[in-house]
């Protein structure tokens, strides 16, 4: 950090350039300077009054073209001096942030926003390598745009894709609209597929089962208001378990300033390493490496803890010391999961613009799982525009195209076809019971009385098919006579 007397020459030419004290104050305070050092330098610096009284008796006496010259040197000198000043403050004097203030500011800021456009996305990938050998593949990715500035009618567009894809089981994709406008919530379902795999053929039915109920409802925006819920409250009588949403809400928005002051003030990552700056989006954005901070996000936990609704912190004295135990056993995560990290936070305003986290498990005998996690932030604080849907249909109507779907049931014979194949219903043809899948000389049927491999004509390897053993009295399993033949 440059010295105190560096400070006084730039507050100097900064006066000099016309340049309010307060507004000096508010730069140098803001780009880390301490306040005692900036009023320290603001006294020391020769004052604006003393600068122009210097001036008006260096002038005295001057011809009138002397003083036009004069004056317009000076006009050239004071521009000169304010944009070397301004230089040199960017280059020189500002001080340089360290990491930990850079990641403070953004915590401090990340409450600031009041709209942000969105994109996150999940990817794992893994291998099951016990008792069935299996590989996987999931991606989550979710887009939107969010308006906070009434955090009690919350607006909000976005859309959700899954996929999911094990060799054992096949593949599965769901794709969602959502659109939340004050009061009423749209919903839209663009894609839902199951494409089973040779091992879970019985599966195979579930699709055209989906088609016939959902079908129609693709690409068809339905709504969820005040009239939904108190129709689906008195469908399903209350328990007393059973957690009141609205009076949830209330409760944490009661404690929303609490909320954000631990938020802003907790350390849930740490730099590990400064790395090369980067544009994103056209914003110029601090680089760097991070981690969990472990110890950091199990004291921001037990900080809010007691900020939570009792029906999630924990209605019993049980229920509690259960979340308190998993809370003390979060920095215990290090044992079994590598986290490493990048962050880009915008250097004019610290707000959040990208993170990156990569998980990977640490013990691989059973298993390996990798998981990638991206979210994009960008468009903070500006307008978001939602169009509320026009064709949207009531969730009544919703419910009763499913009825109707579910009338089809005892009319469509290839509907019924396809439930009686999902659930088992369906009797396979009756097979020959002299059928032999080895021509080993015993039918599968005298194989499973004698407990040997229909599969395998010879089950105990000795040169000597199953049949043969058993037609001449010995044991098919091993050795010695074959104690209850045919």
Known sequence: MAGIAELVEYISKQRAAGVADEVIRSALENSGWQLADVNAALTSAVAPAAAATTSAVAVVGMTLTAKIAIASAAVLGVAAIGGSGYYAYRT????????????????????????????????????????????????????????????????????????????????????????TLEKATYFKLNTLSITPSAQTAQWA?????????????????????????????????????????????????????????????ASIITVTSALPEETLDKTKTYHYAVAPDYAGIEQYLTEILPLLPQQLAGQTDEQREKIHVMIKNIPKANDHVDIIGEIWIGKKDFLLRKLLLKVRNKDEQKA??????????????????????????????????????????GQDEELKKNFAGLLGTKSPPEESKDKDRDTDGLTDEEEARYGTDPNTPDTDGDGYSDGDEVKNGFNPNGAGKLENSL
Do not use: C, H
């Not at 001080?95 to 990641?103: A, D, F, G, T």
């Not at 919350?154 to 999911?164: D, E, N, P, Q, S």
């Not at 005040?226 to 209330?250: I, N």
């Not at 525009?385 to 499913?402: M, N, R, T, W």
């Open 92 to 179: 020189t004097l500002q001080p340089k942030l360290m990491p930990e203030q850079v990641i403070r500011k953004m915590m401090e800021r990340s409450a600031d926003p009041t709209s942000l456009e969105y994109e996150t996305k999940l990817d794992i990938t893994g291998t099951k390598k016990t008792p069935i050998p299996e590989d996987f593949r999931g991606t989550f990715d979710m887009t939107g745009a969010l308006d906070m500035r009434d955090l009690k009618q919350r607006r909000f567009v976005g859309t959700a894709k899954l996929a999911l894809n094990a060799s054992r089981f096949g593949n599965a994709e769901l794709a969602l609209e959502e659109k």
């Open 205 to 265: 039915n579930l699709g055209p089962i989906l088609d016939s109920f959902l079908g129609p409802l693709k690409g068809q925006w339905v709504r969820f208001d005040e009239k939904t819920r108190a129709m689906l409250q008195g469908f399903v009588p209350k328990t007393p378990a059973q957690p009141d949403v609205e009076q949830l809400q209330k409760e944490i928005l009661a404690n929303q300033e609490k909320f954000t002051q631990a938020w802003q003030k």
């Open 368 to 409: 390996t799982l990798t998981a990638t996690v991206t979210f994009l932030g960008k468009n903070y604080n500006k307008p978001v525009v939602i169009e509320e849907p026009k064709d949207a249909k009531s969730f009544e109507e919703f419910l009763g195209g499913l009825m109707l779907s579910l009338a089809k049931l």
